[in-house]
């Protein structure tokens, strides 16, 4: 009978996203975790995991650290230089393990009309297609934008200032899309590493039904508005506490390339989730098929969601710098 993969190694497994990967790892108490860290790291890996210290431009040594893997889990902060991530694919493929999942969360990457027009799904593509073209299989977690980075990082991101009480629809602010909470997708890798390698008889779930195609997972389906609705059931705010504005989603794309080329790298950011909310829906892809009961997420409460969003405003904290121990803290 196929057992779950049982050697996983994680790159990144201290960060805001990838804390909560490696804790329900841990939690599913189904397999041996590695964590791979820089040798300068001052990060405090989770308990529960074997440290591997090591020099991402070392390959021998990238690929010593990685032989006897069956599984590779990616996250690497977005300023991080894409040799990195090509250096560690290449010894992960020489070291022969047999899966990877690349630092590549987001949308449907099979979408050609929004790869064409969204840079960071473009460079999704390439990070995919590179494992591919070097011989290695792929598991990607498609969950949408992160909910809570999203919707705290500023205007530039889903349009909202929470502590300043602004929001900045984009069109009309009622474009719906997928959009997904650090912890279920931390719960949707675990629950999907949790299944047997291979189906048994063709029967069940099982990690190779996900190989080389997208893993659907989704918390919400919402557009700004619904946002601003449960911010204000749970702020007991109404529209006329905010600072509403609207602004064109096309514009707002043309103006964030503008804002990127003259050196504002909130340019981007603006560009590329401006784009998302296309009323053409680029930002829907639960019409396609979600893993969520097949892998057994709970479903979630926006509520409760926003409730910890804003318990993390409140801090004071931000977003781009608080660690991922801390924020799953709050």
Same mark, same amino acid.
């Given at each position: 009978m196929?057992?779950?993969?049982?050697?996983?190694?994680?790159?990144?497994?201290?960060?805001?996203?990838?804390?909560?990967?490696?804790?329900?790892?841990?939690?599913?108490?189904?397999?041996?975790?590695?964590?791979?860290?820089?040798?300068?790291s001052t990060s405090k890996e989770p308990e529960g995991v074997n440290v591997v210290r090591v020099d991402y431009a070392d390959h021998a040594g990238l690929v010593s650290a990685l032989r006897g893997q069956q599984m590779l889990i990616i996250t690497l902060s977005g300023m991080t230089?894409?040799?990195?991530?090509s250096g560690i694919v290449k010894a992960a493929i020489e070291a022969g393990v047999p899966y990877i999942m690349p630092n590549a969360y987001g949308f449907d990457y099979t979408n050609k009309t929004l790869i064409e027009g969204e840079m960071y799904s473009k460079g999704v593509v390439k990070l995919i297609n590179e494992i591919r073209e070097l011989g290695g299989s792929h598991l990607v977690l498609c969950c949408g934008f992160w909910f809570e980075w999203s919707i705290t990082a500023g205007l530039e991101w889903y349009g909202f200032d929470i502590k300043n009480r602004k929001v900045v629809f984009f069109d009309d602010g009622k474009t719906k899309i997928n959009t997904t909470t650090w912890k279920t997708c931390g719960k949707a890798i675990a629950a999907l590493l949790a299944l047997p390698e291979k189906a048994e008889n063709g029967q069940g779930p099982a990690v190779e039904q996900?190989?080389?195609?997208?893993?659907?997972?989704?918390?919400?389906?919402?557009?700004?508005?619904? #946002?601003?609705?449960?911010?204000?059931?749970?702020l007991g705010t109404t529209?006329?506490?905010?600072?509403?504005?609207y602004e064109p989603t096309e514009k707002r794309v043309a103006d964030g390339f503008k804002? #990127?080329?003259?050196?504002? #790298?909130?340019?981007?950011?603006?560009? #590329?989730?401006?784009?998302?909310?296309?009323?053409?829906?680029?930002?829907?892809?639960?019409?396609?098929?979600?893993a969520n009961e097949t892998l057994g997420l709970p479903k979630e409460d926006i509520d409760e969601a926003m409730k910890r969003v804003i318990k993390f405003v409140d801090t004071g904290k931000n977003v781009f710098t608080i660690s991922g121990a801390d924020m799953n803290k709050i």
């Open positions: 196929s057992q779950p993969l049982q050697k996983i190694a994680i790159v990144g497994a201290s960060g805001r996203f990838g804390t909560n990967i490696t804790e329900d790892l841990i939690k599913s108490g189904k397999h041996t975790i590695t964590a791979l860290t820089r040798l300068d230089p894409p040799e990195v991530h996900w190989v080389n195609k997208p893993l659907f997972v989704s918390s919400f389906h919402v557009s700004q508005r619904d #946002m601003l609705d449960s911010l204000n059931r749970v529209d006329k506490d905010w600072d509403i504005s804002e #990127m080329q003259g050196g504002d #790298m909130k340019g981007f950011a603006k560009s #590329m989730y401006s784009r998302i909310f296309y009323p053409d829906g680029s930002g829907e892809y639960e019409s396609k098929g979600l």
